[in-house]
Each structure stands twice: as structure tokens, then as C-alpha cells.
């Protein structure tokens, strides 16, 4: 039996990366003689909901198990998900994720870099941290261009490889079925509390510019559409709270009652069934558009990190895609005309696409496999 150990953002409440972990999982799960043990916040639901082993993922928990799970295991694994970033005043939040990637080095433990994020690296002792541990890594593999730029330019010499996102492979397309839009149109969109150095809005104008912009453009829906207006959140903990967002952007409505923001942050399961019914997704958060193209739905990004445009562009949709620093309704109105124009068109591409990207995503989880040792 052939044991992987691994860690990433799971256990948080954040549906993006648990969608993340449930595909590394049913693509480990196809081959055979395979153990795989998660870190997680949250180790008894990791556990149940995914029917594997789960350890906690703090130290302070329990060092001495996490030693040995790490010590026992052919392969520690890093990842998925936007893991190597700085936040605040300091480097200890990219510390924290390093620890168990540094324990395993300790341990003479084979690791792998899991399609990570890199973004907002500002610290010199980060890039210290992050060329003293990734040169010694055996595998990486970043899920866009961005990220391997940024490990190039903080001096990490270790080949890097571009990969995508795991969550393309939770979904799977029938071009050949590819629908219309639908009448009336359900238009679900995802936003979030929008911070680029901390949890904290930087600059209150532009981010109520924002906010405005999606209420003008959700009226527009509702008016020339008669369309129906969802807001999902993805992650409601009490400093990263979509709903409130949400709320904002219904409070500037003038068809507040054409609108709905759902009570609680679904299952990725039940997120999957919600965009498949869905005639188009306006997403912030990352993997709605993702997990939206997954299901072969239009989706419109709205960047407010670097990693919504890169997404964006791998799947030759960056000319949907505003960036929220120039946002204005007229523009996202633009873009969901287009979008209604050409709807069937659209569609057929983003499957297209997707279909290219999950072969990416399954040739990285078998180099991941041949890496533990498993004889295929």
C-alpha cells in the first residue's frame, strides 16, 4: 500500500478549495493500493464527508501524529489551491502553510507541489522562505503563468511546471448537448469581500464603484431579461462573509425583489447541480468560474486578484473578464450582451477548452502517482 499525505486549505469553510480536494481525491482514488490521509482544520468532517483518513492540521494538535503520518507516508503532497501568498504585516502566514511542506523535507519525505496559486509575495524573508524550500522540492506545479513568474523572479531554480486547477475534472461536458440559454435566464453570481494586502478594503471608492456596477447590471438582467438574479456564497465565516457583499449590491437595486442570496454556503456537490442549472455565472470568487465552465456555463470574471484573469485567458475567455480597479455597469452590461449573443457559441468553445484542461489536470495527478512510487 501506498501512502500520500496531503495539505492544503482544507477544513476552513471555503468551497472553492474543498471542491479543489474532492477532485485530487476521485482522480488518487482510481488507482489502486493507495492510502491518502489529509491535514485538515476540521479532521472528523474531512473524514466522513470524503470517506478517508484525516489528521489536524495544527502543529499544537498533535505534533507527534503528524510526524509520523508524514514519516510513514511515500509522498507528501502541497496543495491545491492559492497556497503561497503574504497577507498583513509579516511573512507568518505563508510560515504556517511552509510547516508540514518543511517537516516532510526534514523527513527525508518525497514532496510535491500540487497546482498551487502564487500571488502577492511582498516580504523578503517570504522569498527567502519560499527559494530555501521549493529548491529542494521534488515536483512542482503551479496552476498558472503568474505563479511560476513570480517563483522565477524570487530565484527558485527547481523546474516549474504550469498545470490547472484539479476542479476542471468535477464536471463533465457533452458538447455534442451543449444548451441554449434559457427563458427566463437564471443568472447566478458569486462576489466576495474584496482585499488585496489584507482583510481590510483598501480603497472604499473604487470598491463601492463595484458594488454599484453588479446592482445596475443585475437590474438590467431583470428588466430586459426578466431574468432571476442568485447570489451563492461561497464561504461565510465571520471575516469572510459573501452574503454581506451580496447584501450590498441587492441594497442598490431597484428590483430587490428579483433577487435572491442564499442563507448558507452549499456542498460542492449541490454548488454543481445549482451552476448546471444556471444560464450564467458572474463570479469574483474563483471557482465559481471554474467549477461554471465545468459544467459548460458561460461565466463573466471579475478580477479582483491576478488568478481570475489567468483563468480567464487559459480558456480563451479574457475578453469576458473586467477588471474591478475599471469596472463600470456599462462595461459588464456589454460583456452580458455579448455573452446572450453569441450564447451556444460561447459554450461550445468553454467546453472545448475545459475538455483540453482535464487532460492537463489528470496528466499532473499521474505524474503525482509515478512520483510516490506506484508501480502503473
Same mark, same amino acid.
Given at each position: 500500500?501506498?501512502?500520500?499525505?496531503?495539505?492544503?486549505?482544507?477544513?476552513?469553510?471555503?468551497?472553492?478549495?474543498?471542491?479543489?480536494?474532492?477532485a485530487i481525491l476521485q482522480e488518487f482514488m482510481k488507482t489502486p493500493n493507495i492510502q491518502l490521509v489529509v491535514f485538515s482544520k476540521t479532521p472528523k468532517q474531512t473524514a466522513k464527508k470524503y470517506g478517508i483518513k484525516s489528521v489536524n492540521s495544527k502543529i499544537r494538535k498533535g505534533l507527534l501524529r503528524i510526524i509520523w503520518e508524514i514519516k510513514t507516508?511515500?509522498?507528501?503532497?502541497?496543495?491545491?489551491?492559492?497556497?503561497?501568498?503574504?497577507?498583513?504585516?509579516?511573512?507568518?502566514?505563508?510560515?504556517?502553510?511552509?510547516?508540514?511542506?518543511?517537516?516532510?523535507?526534514?523527513?527525508?519525505?518525497?514532496?510535491?507541489?500540487?497546482? *498551487?496559486?502564487?500571488?502577492?509575495?511582498?516580504?523578503?524573508?517570504?522569498?527567502?522562505?519560499?527559494?530555501?524550500?521549493?529548491?529542494?522540492?521534488?515536483?512542482?506545479?503551479?496552476?498558472?503563468?503568474?505563479?511560476?513568474?513570480?517563483?522565477?523572479?524570487?530565484?527558485?531554480?527547481?523546474?516549474?511546471?504550469?498545470?490547472?486547477?484539479?476542479?476542471?475534472?468535477?464536471?463533465?461536458?457533452?458538447?455534442?448537448?451543449?444548451?441554449?440559454?434559457?427563458?427566463?435566464?437564471?443568472?447566478?453570481?458569486?462576489?466576495?469581500?474584496?482585499?488585496?494586502?489584507?482583510?481590510?478594503?483598501?480603497?472604499?471608492?473604487?470598491?463601492?464603484?463595484?458594488?454599484?456596477?453588479?446592482?445596475?447590471?443585475?437590474?438590467?438582467?431583470?428588466?430586459?431579461?426578466?431574468?432571476?438574479?442568485?447570489?451563492?456564497?461561497?464561504?461565510?465565516?465571520?471575516?469572510?462573509?459573501?452574503?454581506?457583499?451580496?447584501?450590498?449590491?441587492?441594497?442598490?437595486?431597484?428590483?430587490?425583489?428579483?433577487?435572491?442570496?442564499?442563507?448558507?454556503?452549499?456542498? *460542492?456537490?449541490?454548488?454543481?447541480?445549482?451552476?448546471?442549472?444556471?444560464?450564467?455565472?458572474?463570479?469574483?470568487?474563483?471557482?465559481?468560474?471554474?467549477?461554471?465552465?465545468?459544467?459548460?456555463?458561460? *461565466?463573466?470574471?471579475?478580477?479582483?486578484?491576478?488568478?481570475?484573469?489567468?483563468?480567464?485567458?487559459?480558456?480563451?475567455?479574457?475578453?469576458?473578464?473586467?477588471?474591478?480597479?475599471?469596472?463600470?455597469?456599462?462595461?459588464?452590461?456589454?460583456?452580458?450582451?455579448?455573452?446572450?449573443?453569441?450564447?451556444?457559441?460561447?459554450?461550445?468553445?468553454?467546453?472545448?477548452?475545459?475538455?483540453?484542461?482535464?487532460?492537463?489536470?489528470?496528466?499532473?495527478?499521474?505524474?503525482?502517482?509515478?512520483?510516490?512510487?506506484?508501480?502503473?
Amino acid at each position: 500500500m501506498t501512502k500520500i499525505t496531503i495539505h492544503g486549505f482544507y477544513g476552513f469553510g471555503n468551497l472553492g478549495d474543498e471542491a479543489i480536494l474532492k477532485a485530487i481525491l476521485q482522480e488518487f482514488m482510481k488507482t489502486p493500493n493507495i492510502q491518502l490521509v489529509v491535514f485538515s482544520k476540521t479532521p472528523k468532517q474531512t473524514a466522513k464527508k470524503y470517506g478517508i483518513k484525516s489528521v489536524n492540521s495544527k502543529i499544537r494538535k498533535g505534533l507527534l501524529r503528524i510526524i509520523w503520518e508524514i514519516k510513514t507516508s511515500n509522498l507528501f503532497i502541497l496543495g491545491g489551491g492559492g497556497l503561497l501568498k503574504d497577507y498583513g504585516k509579516s511573512s507568518s502566514n505563508l510560515k504556517h502553510t511552509l510547516k508540514l511542506l518543511r517537516l516532510a523535507q526534514k523527513l527525508n519525505v518525497k514532496t510535491a507541489l500540487l497546482a *498551487v496559486g502564487v500571488e502577492n509575495i511582498r516580504y523578503k524573508d517570504s522569498k527567502k522562505l519560499l527559494s530555501d524550500i521549493l529548491n529542494k522540492v521534488d515536483l512542482i506545479t503551479v496552476r498558472d503563468c503568474n505563479s511560476k513568474q513570480i517563483l522565477i523572479d524570487i530565484k527558485i531554480t527547481n523546474k516549474i511546471k504550469v498545470v490547472t486547477d484539479p476542479s476542471v475534472l468535477l464536471a463533465n461536458i457533452n458538447i455534442s448537448k451543449i444548451k441554449d440559454i434559457s427563458k427566463p435566464p437564471k443568472v447566478i453570481i458569486c462576489i466576495r469581500h474584496w482585499f488585496d494586502k489584507g482583510f481590510f478594503i483598501e480603497n472604499p471608492e473604487i470598491n463601492d464603484n463595484f458594488i454599484r456596477s453588479v446592482s445596475l447590471a443585475a437590474d438590467y438582467l431583470i428588466e430586459h431579461y426578466n431574468a432571476k438574479i442568485e447570489f451563492i456564497p461561497m464561504r461565510i465565516t465571520s471575516y469572510d462573509d459573501d452574503r454581506i457583499v451580496a447584501q450590498q449590491v441587492v441594497s442598490y437595486m431597484k428590483h430587490k425583489e428579483g433577487a435572491h442570496i442564499h442563507s448558507y454556503a452549499p456542498e *460542492v456537490d449541490e454548488f454543481i447541480e445549482i451552476l448546471q442549472q444556471s444560464s450564467l455565472v458572474i463570479g469574483m470568487r474563483l471557482h465559481s468560474l471554474i467549477i461554471g465552465t465545468s459544467v459548460g456555463v458561460p *461565466v463573466i470574471g471579475l478580477e479582483y486578484m491576478p488568478k481570475v484573469r489567468a483563468y480567464m485567458d487559459s480558456i480563451s475567455q479574457g475578453g469576458y473578464s473586467l477588471d474591478l480597479e475599471t469596472i463600470t455597469s456599462e462595461k459588464l452590461i456589454r460583456i452580458i450582451e455579448k455573452t446572450f449573443n453569441k450564447y451556444k457559441n460561447r459554450s461550445q468553445i468553454i467546453a472545448s477548452e475545459v475538455y483540453r484542461l482535464q487532460k492537463i489536470a489528470r496528466d499532473n495527478i499521474t505524474e503525482l502517482v509515478k512520483l510516490s512510487g506506484i508501480k502503473q
